[in-house]
């Protein structure tokens, strides 16, 4: 079946940086569009970052240059490196998979930003 299964958050402080890695399973990995979502407490889920299968990107304003969206395809994982972590970036990261109207999501995984 499919899995999309989200790894590396945690606790970081200002200014750290946190690495994400989502590995899929179960499906076409590279003709799928590749995204990343955060959400934070009491808000609504948000588009953080995005790859599609021929490797073009898009980020939301609130991480561009810092954060960068990566996949590996001979791996099946999509990668979001983090960096000049502020507390804003406090949320839930999801990950998902999307191709022709199929869309699959991961568990998600914690990043928290604090000092």
């Known amino acids: 079946q499919v899995q999309l299964v989200e790894s590396g958050g945690g606790l970081q402080q200002p200014g750290g940086s946190l690495r994400l890695s989502c590995a899929a399973s179960?499906?076409?990995?590279?003709?799928?569009?590749m995204s990343w979502y955060h959400q934070a407490p009491g808000k609504e889920r948000e588009l953080v970052a995005a790859?599609?299968?021929?490797?073009?990107?898009a980020y939301a304003d609130s991480v561009k240059g810092r954060f960068t969206i990566s996949r590996e395809n001979a791996k099946n994982t999509v990668y979001l490196q983090m960096n000049s972590l502020i507390p804003e970036d406090t949320a839930v990261y999801y990950c998902?998979?999307?191709?022709?109207?199929?869309?699959?999501w991961g568990q998600g995984t914690q990043v928290t930003v604090s000092s």
């Open positions: 998902r998979a999307a191709n022709s109207g199929r869309t699959y």
């Open positions: 790859i599609n299968s021929g490797g073009s990107t």
């Open positions: 179960g499906f076409t990995f590279s003709s799928y569009a």
